[in-house]
């Protein structure tokens, strides 16, 4: 990933510096268990205890022999001189790279979740914030009924905690080692010291691996964070669309010292969500390719190794950008309740139409009947600007059927939004005192 979307911390776990740190943290794992059964001596397993990888001369040996782990144990094996024949005993080069692997995609997913928590409190704090600001409720970018903006939010908020449930499962899928040989039957390493050594290293032994583990365990992991990269371009296209000039119900964070077009002064662009949304497709896109790994030659070939080397990277790093912006965006946009209200106002009455139906339904009229009624007013409403209020008091069949009290009654918003604490109790949010509507 490049460095515009790279951040360090998450970059650092991906870095050729930290991977190889962790191939020679597998190595001394398993000399460690070869120790304790006797196979390495005191004084060899000193010196491996204290290897070291010099990176540069690894990628010299690299270019001689065109395989990076033979580079590594060479390297690694001139900083320990004798005793680099005890390193690397009974191994095939996957039982490195893939636990080491599952080392990584841990770190990534911990630090994953820890920006997940952050954006799931701030979300969850702007939902109490606004449980009682008042909005219109849109299907097919249409007025609907009213509804909360907290509401809304506290629906963002629910499905995060999904996504969060689904990364910590997707942690454990790949939270996986393997050091069982060169096509998994442990020929030369013994399944009792596979167990040892990825109990050392935080890790489950794979049951069943070949001379790799399965990429089913990976296809899930980037499949998670794709779903992930889907919600956060969900709530990015609400934002975008909340913003247009027309709508103006909410904005993103934009610093006075900010420019939104290099030719027109007044643009505040929601640039922001634009990025999630475009970088939510590129991390949508390593599904395909993850899901392709899965389907390997018999106990291995190597064309999945290509592949990892850019999508599991890319997938964090860019899961990692992508969370951190949409919690900065949340932190510090603006909203406008009063914008809201307009909004909600703005088909004079007619998003009341279901009340209306429903009223005269009530008090004996067919439902069909009723339905054409009021959708003939609420258009009537719609296009000339005159309350549905003042065209329901107005037309005879629904007087018939209907006093003064009850059309007002009609047009009341506390009905519509009577249940919105149940759905906050429900995803568990604290719910207070009721509270006025806002704007």
């Given amino acids: 990933m490049i460095p515009r979307y790279t951040r360090p911390e998450m970059g650092r776990i991906w870095s050729e510096e930290h991977k190889i740190s962790l191939w020679l943290r597998v190595e001394i794992a398993v000399a460690e268990a070869w120790a304790t059964r006797g196979v390495i001596p005191p004084g060899a397993m000193e010196r491996i205890r204290g290897a070291k990888c010099d990176l540069e001369r690894m990628r010299q040996i690299e270019k001689e022999v065109d395989h990076d782990v033979i580079a590594f144990l060479r390297a690694t094996g001139e900083s320990v001189g004798e005793a680099a024949r005890f390193i690397h005993l009974g191994l095939t080069s996957s039982d490195v790279i893939d636990t080491a692997l599952a080392l990584q995609l841990v770190e990534a997913a911990d630090l994953l979740v820890a920006d997940l928590d952050r954006l799931i409190e701030v979300v969850g704090r702007r939902a109490i914030e606004h449980r009682r600001t008042v909005m219109i409720g849109r299907t097919h970018g249409v007025h609907a009924e009213p509804i ?6 506290a629906g963002w908020y629910a499905e995060l905690k999904r996504a969060r449930e689904r990364l910590l499962a997707a942690r454990e899928e790949v939270r996986v080692g393997k050091i069982s040989g060169a096509v998994g039957t442990h020929a030369n390493v013994p ?21 790799v583990v399965s990429r089913d365990r990976h296809a899930f992991f980037v499949a998670a964070l794709a779903i992930l990269g889907s919600t956060l371009d969900r709530f990015a296209t609400e934002i975008r669309h909340l913003q247009r000039t027309e709508v103006r119900e909410l904005e993103e964070p934009f610093d006075p010292s900010n420019m939104g077009s290099s030719a027109m002064p007044h643009k505040r662009n929601p640039h922001e969500s634009e990025r999630i949304s475009g970088l939510a497709r590129l991390l949508r896109s390593y599904v395909g390719p993850a899901l392709e790994d899965i389907a390997l030659w018999h106990e291995r070939d190597i064309s999945h190794s290509s592949v990892e080397r850019v999508v599991l990277p890319d997938a964090c790093i860019l899961a990692d950008y992508l969370l951190a912006l949409m919690t900065e965006i949340v932190e510090g946009w603006v909203v406008y309740p009063e914008r809201m209200r307009q909004n909600l106002d703005a088909t004079a009455g007619a998003i009341f ?19 054409r009624i009021v959708q003939r007013l609420a258009r009537q409403a719609w296009e000339t600007g005159t309350h549905l209020r003042e065209l329901l008091l107005a037309d005879q069949r629904v007087r018939a059927h209907l006093s003064p009290e009850q059309i007002d009654a009609i047009f009341d918003l506390e009905p ?24």
């Fill in 416 to 439: 519509h939004l009577r249940y919105v604490d149940e759905t906050f109790r429900r995803v568990g949010l604290p719910v207070s005192a009721p509270e006025a509507l806002s704007a």
């Fill in 148 to 153: 909360t903006f907290g509401f809304k939010l």
């Fill in 353 to 371: 139409s279901q009340q209306a139906m429903l009223r005269l339904v009530e008090a004996g009229l067919d439902r069909q009947d009723a339905y």
């Fill in 191 to 211: 399944p009792d010291l596979e167990e040892e050594v990825c109990q050392r290293l935080g890790l489950r032994a794979d049951p069943a691996s070949t001379q």
